[in-house]
């Protein structure tokens, strides 16, 4: 009974110091600042608004929540020796990432270099000299480099499960430039969530007198006690693909993120029983996380673009919610053949089409399997949206979407659509314990 109140009094102090510090905020402004581009990016482009971004954020922020709270619950068994000083490092060395590129605030980069400079601060007299450099030396020498990889791991491991489950619930439409310059359609998944984290660890400060009732697998000293630190995180990953349907592309992300979680944990464990191995662990945080990246465009070069128009109709990109089209269960992917009895190749056969039935819509469709299914519904006065489809693009598309190296500023500037042959930021990567886009 003693432990479990010391618990309840340790998570809640560090609950407060939670809320005191800046950081989780800034998570959830950053999360405003991506959504709300997004948002920007569809009425541009298609003059229709699929997502709402103030319902975005508060989903993201409950999840995130949830995601942190068996995050924490996991720590507490792993055990990682994090202090206030850990967290300054962290959220320090990735803000300084931001600034060159947005999916280096991912943790896995600020860790991974984090771990190279301790290393390389081992070499040198930095510790023993005096001032404001020899205390930022012994504080970085004093981080729990393996703990804290780790860390990096585990939220990950969340990051997987999060894509899996809702990585299409968050896809968008896009035109973008296939690889001879012609537009093609294609999507961009991306998902934040904000991740508050209470971690138990080694005595530190107001420590707790009382023993706890397990012992964690790592982390240090435990019979000196134990206290809680407030860990505020930020995860999220940002995939575009021309060749799946978002759902496959989802599952295709989430099992990257899987296999890094696993890699990067086993070279944590392995750097935190043979010190020397420290650089390697920091070297797989970095470059395999790059490896998630070049394997996802590896894949999407070696397969043909999916949202293309053909001989055979027009090729759904996207569905407007509220729609006829949601009420047919139409899907992205799927090819209409005919409307109302006419073959479309175009959207002006589309609209004419329409119009030769003011009571039905009657279409013929070929599924992603090439099989016909029929679908009709009545028409309703007064609906918005003659059958609320986004086609693929023609030549007349007027925006589109093209990859690039998107910066802080590009994020300040909502830099995110132009004209025809102008750009919108789009960065192709995964980031995983943050963003990217």
Not at 153 to 171: I, M, N, P, S, T
Not at 351 to 367: A, D, I, R, T
Request: charged share 15%; hydrophobic share 50%; aromatic share 10%.
């Amino acid at each position: 009974m003693d432990a479990a109140n010391a618990l309840l009094d340790q998570f809640g102090t560090a609950f407060v110091h939670l809320l005191a510090q800046p950081f989780y905020y800034i998570a959830v402004l950053f999360i405003i600042l991506q959504y709300t581009r997004q948002i920007s990016l569809e009425r541009r482009m298609f003059a229709v608004r699929l997502h709402i971004w103030p319902r975005l954020v508060a989903k993201a922020m409950l999840v995130g929540l949830v995601a942190g709270l068996l995050a924490s619950v996991v720590g507490a068994f792993i055990g990682i020796s994090l202090t206030g000083d850990a967290v300054l490092w962290l959220w320090g060395s990735a803000a300084v990432l931001l600034v060159f590129r947005i999916r280096y605030l991912c943790f896995a980069y600020g860790a991974g270099v984090l771990a190279l400079l301790q290393w390389m601060i081992g070499f040198t007299p930095l510790e023993d000299n005096g001032g404001w450099i020899g205390d930022m030396a012994s504080s970085l020498a004093g981080l729990d480099m393996p703990g804290i990889l780790v860390l990096v791991a585990l939220l990950h491991l969340v990051e997987a499960f999060l894509v899996r489950r809702q990585g299409d619930k968050l896809a968008t439409p896009l035109f973008v430039e296939g690889k001879r310059g012609k537009l093609v359609g294609g999507y961009m998944l991306q998902g934040f969530w904000p991740v508050p984290m209470l971690l138990l660890v080694p005595a530190a400060g107001s420590a707790s007198a009382v023993d706890l009732p397990w012992t964690p697998l790592f982390g240090g000293d435990w019979t000196q006690g134990w206290s809680v630190v407030a860990l505020p995180m930020i995860i999220g990953f940002s995939e575009m693909t021309r060749t799946m349907l978002p759902s496959a592309k989802a599952r295709h992300a989430a099992k990257g993120l899987l296999w890094y979680s696993l890699l990067l944990t086993g070279a944590a464990l392995l750097a935190w029983w043979l010190p020397a191995l420290l650089p390697v662990a920091a070297l797989c945080s970095l470059l395999m996380h790059e490896a998630i990246i070049w394997r996802s465009r590896v894949v999407e070069s070696a397969q043909s673009p999916l949202y293309v128009n053909d001989q055979r109709g027009l090729r759904i990109l996207g569905i407007v919610p509220g729609t006829p089209a949601e009420a047919m269960k139409l899907s992205p992917g799927e090819i209409i053949a005919k409307v109302n009895g006419n073959r479309v190749y175009s959207k002006e056969d589309l609209h004419e089409s329409l119009q030769n039935n003011s009571g039905m819509y009657k279409l013929e469709v070929l599924n992603q399997e090439g099989e016909i299914k029929f679908v009709q519904r009545a028409r309703y006065e007064g609906e918005h949206h003659q059958l609320g489809v986004i086609l693929s693009p023609d030549e007349r598309a007027t925006y589109y979407a093209s990859s690039e190296v998107a910066t802080l500023l590009d994020l300040l500037r909502r830099a995110r659509t132009a004209k025809r042959r102008g750009r919108a930021f789009v960065e192709e990567d995964d980031t995983t314990g943050t963003l990217n886009v």
